[in-house]
């Protein structure tokens, strides 16, 4: 016996010791076989789950249900050539091979008249509908209210696509929905295009879908209807009457059977197969990339509008797949027109707002991606500080030129300067904020940008006149130290322990009795006064640009290297 083939028969044991290890049969045409979703999670988690009291059947199921079940169920061996034939689902199989075979046998030996191609393409529209406005939108997502009468002719809509049950269809979907792009997605198209469009129907599941809670569709009688009548149903509906309208209609039996029967099927079925293939694999994710659905105009087309996947898996109880009038979504518009008759109540729309949050935020991601490609300025905090003497002294070697409170050198730039290399000439060694603000010209961004990658240091204080002010400052401060410490000796005489305290007190007033301003006072108006608004508060993208108040210098790495003030241009 081969290894795979031995694994196959442990399988199998498992299957019939543990009930959650089934791997029920899934097929396209027959409903299940009574399948109860519950016994996933309860054959799961015998050894610790508490005993299921609610209703549904992921009532109970553990927080950790997909990771655990993954580990806990082994998968069924890969298909392989040589395990094939053993794997087939041969119903599925059959008609998933038989109808196109059929649709081009007739295609090439039936004459096909106008009014059996607009047959046809209603039919087509017809059973297509059933399965996006009911299988999916009503049954599956519970995206809106249908009255009783539309349910009876969704389900009968649906039933002629001939896609399998409600029950089976929409449990499936469910688990789709739940467990995108892991193995308990019946079809996920982690495994591939060819496997999510319909490989998936023509083998046997390596795994049991993920448990999905259908108790809702339980108690629904339309539901049991259709359970209960389902080969009939799919027989009447899926080839009778296409067949016998356009044979009693305008005596085209054989086109009837074949155009509006069989090649029509081939297309409804393929076009719901490409909801789970072309949708998870075409497009933009216009709202989320962290899965595989995508959005795309092509998808809508084939799929009677569910082609705004990835609208949909970010908000999949919205009776709507397109969000803009101009997307095509002919099943949003067919529910909205049952709406409109009276047919449709409570078509659930998720707030705009929460829409656009998925766009910004992709947008956003978009635009990181791009500014992390880029080269940016090198932050304030990883450039030395340097005071104004020492910038100065620097300056009669190399062109240094100081503007919003960085040092920028300027070697490589002299020359290219569209302004002219004097006017760089005649600032290196001083402070240019206010003419390159507007006070000669009002730079662009772009020159904001360049400028912006000349850095090769922070002045100490900020600005020139910053460091005049406090210059300033220090000295009014020592010359109200000195006058009360002699007003102090005056009163008490010297040596007095109070002097001192007195002294550091009235430190804070000048000598005139005025407060004296806070040490780290900002660059002074008078500086401002001809600087451009806009381009003053130009914020390079990638950085917040901050004006360094000396409080702030012990953030500096470079300035905390250096034993917390200056250091060495770079
Ligand atoms: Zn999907
Ligand atoms: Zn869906």
């Given at each position: 016996m081969t290894e795979a083939a031995e694994q196959v028969l442990t399988h199998r044991k498992q299957q019939v010791l543990e009930p959650g290890l089934r791997t029920p049969p899934t097929d396209t045409i027959s409903p299940p076989q009574s399948e109860d979703e519950s016994s996933s999670v309860k054959g799961l988690a015998t050894d610790t789950a508490p005993k299921k009291k609610s209703g549904f059947s992921d009532g109970d199921i553990p927080d950790d249900y997909v990771t655990r079940t993954l580990e806990r169920e082994p998968a069924l061996p890969p298909v392989q050539m040589k395990n094939i034939l053993g794997e087939i689902q041969w119903v599925s199989f059959t008609i998933l091979t038989v109808t196109p075979l059929l649709a081009l046998y007739g295609i090439f030996t039936t004459h096909l008249s106008m009014k059996t191609f607009a047959w046809s393409v209603f039919y087509y529209f017809f059973s297509g509908l059933g399965i996006t406005a009911g299988y999916h939108r009503l049954w599956a997502h519970r995206s809106y209210v249908a009255t009783r009468p539309l349910e009876y002719l969704l389900a009968l809509m649906g039933t002629s696509a001939v896609q399998g049950s409600i029950h089976w269809w929409a449990r499936g979907h469910r688990a789709h929905h739940r467990y995108t792009d892991t193995d308990l997605d019946p079809y996920g198209a982690h495994h591939g295009l060819l496997w999510s469009h319909l490989g998936w129907m023509i083998v046997k599941p390596r795994r049991k879908p993920g448990v999905a809670d259908i108790s809702d569709l339980r108690k629904n009688p339309v539901i049991k209807f259709q359970h209960k009548l389902y080969l009939p149903l799919i027989l009447f509906m899926g080839f009778i009457l296409p067949t016998i309208v356009a044979g009693f209609g305008w005596n085209d039996w054989r086109g009837g059977f074949y155009y509006a029967a069989v090649a029509r099927l081939v297309f409804v079925h393929h076009s719901t197969f490409c909801v789970n293939s072309l949708a998870h694999w075409l497009g933009e994710a216009?709202?989320?990339?962290?899965?595989?659905?995508?959005?795309?105009?092509?998808?809508?087309?084939?799929?009677?509008?569910?082609?705004?996947?990835?609208?949909?898996?970010?908000?999949?109880?919205?009776?709507?797949?397109?969000?803009?009038?101009?997307?095509?979504?002919?099943?949003?518009?067919?529910?909205?027109?049952?709406?409109?008759?009276?047919?449709?109540?409570?078509?659930?729309?998720?707030?705009?707002?929460?829409?656009?949050?998925?766009?910004?935020?992709?947008?956003?991601?978009?635009?990181?991606?791009?500014?992390?490609?880029?080269?940016?300025?090198?932050?304030?905090?990883?450039?030395?500080?340097?005071?104004?003497?020492?910038?100065?002294?620097?300056?009669?070697?190399?062109?240094?030129?100081?503007?919003?409170?960085?040092?920028?050198?300027?070697?490589?730039?002299?020359?290219?300067?569209?302004?002219?290399?004097?006017?760089?000439?005649?600032?290196?060694?001083?402070?240019?904020?206010?003419?390159?603000?507007?006070?000669?010209?009002?730079?662009?961004?772009?020159?904001?940008?360049?400028?912006?990658?000349?850095?090769?240091?922070?002045?100490?204080?900020?600005?020139?006149?910053?460091?005049?002010?406090?210059?300033?400052?220090?000295?009014?401060?020592?010359?109200?130290?000195?006058?009360?410490?002699?007003?102090?000796?005056g009163a008490t005489g010297p040596g007095a322990a109070g002097g001192a305290s007195s002294a550091a007190s009235t430190a804070t007033e000048q000598a005139d009795g005025t407060p004296i301003p806070e040490y780290s006072t900002p660059i002074p108006k008078v500086e401002e006064r001809n600087i451009d608004v806009k381009a003053r508060s130009y914020v390079p993208p990638g950085q917040v640009y901050t004006i360094l108040k000396r409080g702030e210098l012990k953030a500096n790495s470079v300035a905390q290297k250096n034993g917390g003030k200056v250091g060495r241009i770079l």
């Open positions: 216009s709202f989320d990339n962290k899965m595989t659905p995508r959005d795309h105009f092509i998808t809508a087309l084939v799929t009677v509008g569910e082609g705004y996947h990835n609208f949909h898996h970010q908000f999949p109880m919205d009776y709507r797949n397109a969000v803009y009038w101009h997307q095509y979504d002919p099943t949003k518009w067919f529910i909205a027109t049952m709406k409109m008759v009276g047919l449709a109540t409570h078509l659930k729309k998720f707030p705009d707002n929460e829409v656009q949050k998925g766009r910004v935020a992709m947008s956003l991601q978009k635009i990181n991606d791009q500014q992390s490609k880029l080269s940016w300025p090198k932050n304030y905090n990883d450039l030395p500080v340097i005071s104004w003497d020492d910038f100065q002294e620097e300056s009669k070697t190399r062109p240094l030129i100081v503007i919003h409170g960085f040092i920028h050198d300027v070697s490589s730039f002299m020359d290219e300067h569209p302004g002219g290399r004097h006017l760089l000439a005649g600032r290196i060694g001083k402070d240019a904020t206010v003419a390159f603000n507007g006070g000669l010209y009002a730079h662009s961004n772009a020159a904001h940008n360049l400028l912006s990658m000349m850095r090769v240091g922070v002045l100490d204080g900020g600005y020139q006149l910053a460091i005049d002010d406090i210059k300033r400052t220090e000295r009014a401060r020592a010359a109200a130290a000195a006058a009360s410490a002699s007003v102090a000796a």
